[in-house]
Nanobody, 123 residues
Framework: QVQLVESGGGLVQPGGSLRLSCAASGSIFRINAMGWYRQAPGKQREFIASSTSGGSTNYADSERVRFTISRDNAKNTVYLQMNVLKPEDTAVYYC?????????????????WGQGTQVTVSS
């Protein structure tokens, strides 16, 4: 069993900052890419950023300046630092991870998702 648990969401004023965390746990052999997405009410889930196990990062063009993804491989955790938040950043934020596990001597890789954490930007 593999689980991703996000934390760090909440209510913040416009211009403020938040740092989201996502920790993976369970029967993990290796964590490959980890990433962040968000889904605002009435909209599709959209990509924010991703990070490989080697530290290479990729961002949606719209969030490249204000958001920073990082990870602590020793803790199986990925972070999203969000600065200068705007009301339009209000959404449920999800992390995902491509995780390799061993079952019966065979290695499998699946994409897992967290349950989401609410971020609300409002005065």
């Amino acid at each position: 069993q593999v689980q991703l648990v996000e934390s760090g969401g909440g209510l913040v004023q416009p211009g403020g900052s938040l740092r989201l965390s996502c920790a993976a746990s369970g029967s993990i052999f290796r964590i490959n890419a980890m990433g962040w997405y968000r889904q605002a009410p009435g909209k599709q889930r959209e990509f924010i950023a991703s990070s490989t196990s080697g530290g290479s990062t990729n961002y949606a063009d719209s969030e490249r300046v204000r958001f920073t993804i990082s990870r602590d491989n020793a803790k199986n955790t990925v972070y999203l630092q969000m600065n200068v938040l705007k009301p339009e950043d209000t959404a449920v934020y999800y992390c995902n991870a491509d995780i390799t596990y061993n079952r019966g001597g065979i290695y499998y890789t699946n994409r897992y998702w967290g349950q989401g954490t609410q971020v609300t930007v409002s005065s």
